[in-house]
């Protein structure tokens, strides 16, 4: 404390003693080499003096003074020794100075505030001032920076440019420098921003603008593409090094507009190495770039999206053509050695599935690799098979080629040579493609037509295989998509236990029969629709059927069995004078052959009569059996058209090399038959939908209700319009519906 006795120092006297410390300051700052550092006593003595002069009672308070010349003292600093040094200096050796000259100015702010700390805490409080810490920067701001930073600015940009074209600079000085903006913003950014950041903003544009004017002249779109996500990276880098963090997305967003989105179009359509070019030529490392690229520009990815799903789409209907043309050609052959095309099998159908497969394959490993799983590619894939997948394949939808296929894998000597591991593998990816068919309804028909004759004629390879498919279609499409189809698995399982019991009964009865009989039980809801036919049994089968029938009505009350003899199968031996044979035949062959135990020769009106059985299927027996491979049955007159004046006998010296033979029916043509029978459930279904909407709507418009009843349906089928509109008519004439009086579009619900 003072001495109140003690003479008050005047201020001119005071501030000589604060000068010399000033001057000694300034010459250290200055580097000049006989000064030495402050030491404890001579900062004291300046401490004290300044304490001095502020504790003085009034008049010779001199805290205001004081703070005034503190300000002064920096400004004749600048003004004699900073901003001289600086104006002969331009480029990088002005920045140097400048960042010295900044250090210089923290470490005298640093030293005066100290001496003049009294003022801080107490003058400078009381009076809401600007601290003497901010009061030394704001003399650098308003004296050096605004001098020099337009100088600062354009030589920190030059140096910028000379790294872009790949020269080293002194990063450290740039971030220095850079720091001076930020700095003397005072804890805001304005000067960073305004003085610094625009004039960069508009200097990258220019300059990416300028390379990519060069580059989309000279370069294919992948070249441009390395040199535009390597400007990136550089930039990011940058911004890393010694830009404010606050730069990079402005800084990006630049570069971004001028590399990528102005020549967007141009890049992806570029003749010859385009995004076209590079999805017909595998290029997935460059088309993952154009993915990265591009996904950086608002819709930048669309006009990609669009030409990959033009791509697949393309490529999916090169192979609808190849089918096609592969069926063609099969046809021909097929006449030149007259044989059926239905006999010869469909390996094309099997290879266009498995050419599905794997385009599927490839391009869902596209989506997942090269375009970062992006919903935007997955519906491009989706839209692009769903435009393929629905277009008819050599007179066949794909529904049918995808049941035929499934068929095919899952049957016993399937042209598939395949481990379970690839079976389930490829049943997996059919149920996937599933997704893209729009009728998969009709893909329900021929899958369940073709699961039952696997499971009729014992042709299903595996049990565990024909699960495990309708298990993956329950979860594709519902449960009800399944129900019947799991129902007919369950039946074939209680029908092999039904079979068992049988035998059990005939041991207990004492029931021998003259031939083995095995009966499959089948719930009629579950399975295909069999034609129903009265057919005049051979004595030895009757025998079986009555005990059959016996069995079944003591063990089951209420229930009715009706036999289907068109999917039943026999063996039969036949007694051929060169050798047996053993034949395998369906029941209807193998009642007509047994006739001719009782007959050496019959017509075919007698054949007819005896089993009790129309033209048309009395046609396709006997020619089986005496026109087509295997002529068991000799007739009269010979050749391979049958008449029904013709005259049939048993041919004793037919011989074949195999022991045992499989006599085939000629094939029917089951298409005709479930297309009818899909056309028919489409119409209930949209009859239900219908009624289902109106019941809980009460009154609809003719557009919504067609707009419910298509959202309802089509997940199992696309319904037609003039379908529905049928539909609607229909049921208004059934008075399920009526229209309004006045307003013909409007409907209501009768209850």
Not at 310 to 321: N, P, R, Y
């Amino acid at each position: 404390m003072s001495d109140p006795r003690q003479r008050p120092v005047e201020l001119e006297e005071g501030w000589k003693d604060m000068q010399a410390g000033i001057d000694k300051l300034i010459r250290i700052l200055e580097g000049e080499k006989n000064e030495s550092q402050f030491n404890a006593e001579q900062y004291m003595k300046l401490y004290t003096t300044i304490y001095n002069m502020c504790t003085q009672k009034p008049p010779y308070d001199y805290s205001e003074q004081l703070y005034n010349r503190y300000r002064e003292a920096f400004n004749s600093y600048i003004n004699e020794k900073v901003l001289p040094s600086l104006r002969e200096h331009r480029d990088e050796v002005l920045l140097r100075e400048l960042y010295q000259r900044w250090c210089n100015h923290k470490l005298m702010v640093r030293w005066l505030s100290r001496f003049f700390n009294y003022l801080d805490r107490y003058y400078v409080l009381r009076h809401s001032l600007h601290p003497l810490k901010d009061v030394g920067l704001l003399c650098f701001r308003d004296h050096v920076y605004v001098e020099v930073k337009r100088r600062a600015k354009d030589a920190v940009l030059r140096l910028i440019e000379r790294e872009r074209e790949g020269e080293l600079i002194d990063r450290a000085l740039v971030k220095n420098i850079l720091d001076i903006f930020i700095e003397v913003g005072m804890g805001g950014m304005e000067c960073y921003e305004k003085d610094f950041e625009e004039p960069l903003l508009r200097e990258s544009a220019a300059y990416y603008k300028r390379k990519a004017a060069e580059w989309i002249a000279s370069d294919t779109c992948p070249e441009y593409m390395i040199k535009a996500e390597e400007c990136l990276r550089a930039e990011e880098e940058r911004v890393d090094h010694y830009l404010h963090a606050a730069t990079k997305p402005k800084l990006l967003k630049e570069v971004e507009a001028e590399l990528l989105a102005t020549y967007e179009a141009q890049l992806i359509a570029k003749e010859g190495s385009g995004a076209a070019a590079l999805l017909r030529d595998d290029k997935t490392e460059d088309l993952a770039r154009m993915h990265r690229l591009f996904s950086r520009v608002p819709k930048g990815l669309d006009p990609v999206a669009d030409v990959f799903r033009e791509h697949v789409d393309g490529e999916g209907m090169k192979l609808v053509k190849e089918a096609a043309s592969a069926a063609e050609t099969k046809k021909e052959k097929d006449k030149d050695v007259g044989r059926p095309a239905k006999e010869s099998g469909g390996g094309h159908e099997q290879a266009f599935v498995r050419a599905v497969i794997a385009l599927h394959d490839k391009y869902t490993g596209y989506v997942a690799d090269c375009f970062a799983n992006s919903s935007l590619f997955h519906k491009a894939l989706k839209e692009a098979f769903e435009a393929f997948c629905n277009k008819q394949v050599a007179g066949s939808t794909t529904a049918e080629l995808f049941a035929n296929f499934c068929d095919n894998l899952l049957k016993k000597g399937g042209s598939e040579k395949l481990s379970d591991e690839a079976i389930e593998e490829s049943l997996e990816k059919v149920v996937r493609l599933l997704a893209y068919i729009s009728d998969k309804d009709l893909f329900a028909e021929f899958y369940r037509k073709r699961l039952a004759r696997r499971l009729l004629q014992d042709k299903s390879a595996s049990d565990d295989h024909e699960r495990s498919i309708l298990t993956r279609l329950k979860q594709q499409c519902g449960a009800q998509f399944t129900s019947k189809m799991e129902g007919m698995v369950t039946d074939l399982q209680l029908a092999r236990e039904k079979q068992q019991s049988f035998e059990q009964w005939k041991e207990a009865k004492g029931r021998e029969l003259a031939v083995d009989m095995s009966v499959t039980v089948l719930t009629t809801g579950f399975w295909p629709t069999y034609k129903a036919m009265d057919l005049a049994l051979p004595a030895e089968m009757v025998e079986g059927v009555e005990a059959f029938k016996e069995f079944y009505e003591g063990e089951t009350k209420h229930r009715k069995l009706q036999w289907v003899y068109t999917q039943g199968t026999c063996v039969l031996r036949g007694s051929f004078k060169p050798r047996p044979i053993e034949m395998v035949l369906s029941t209807l062959q193998a009642a007509a052959l047994l006739l001719f135990n009782e007959a050496d020769e019959l017509s075919y009106a007698e054949v007819a009569q005896r089993l009790n059985l129309p033209d048309e299927d009395v046609g396709r027996l006997l020619h089986s059996l005496s026109c087509a491979k295997y002529k068991i049955l000799r007739k009269e007159p010979e050749g391979k058209t049958l008449s029904k004046s013709d005259r049939f006998f048993f041919n004793e010296g037919f011989t074949d090399r195999m022991k045992r033979i499989k006599v085939p029916l000629p094939p029917v043509d089951e298409k005709k038959k479930v297309i009818e029978d899909v056309d028919k459930d489409r119409r209930f279904a949209i009859d239900a939908a219908i009624v289902r909407t109106m019941k809980s709507r009460k009154v609809l418009q003719h557009q919504q209700l067609v707009l419910e009843v298509v959202n309802q349906l089509s997940r199992m089928f696309k319904p037609d319009f003039k379908l529905i509109k049928k539909r609607i008519e229909d049921l208004i004439s059934r008075e399920y519906l009526e229209r309004d009086a006045q307003n013909p579009q409007l409907f209501r619900y009768l209850a």
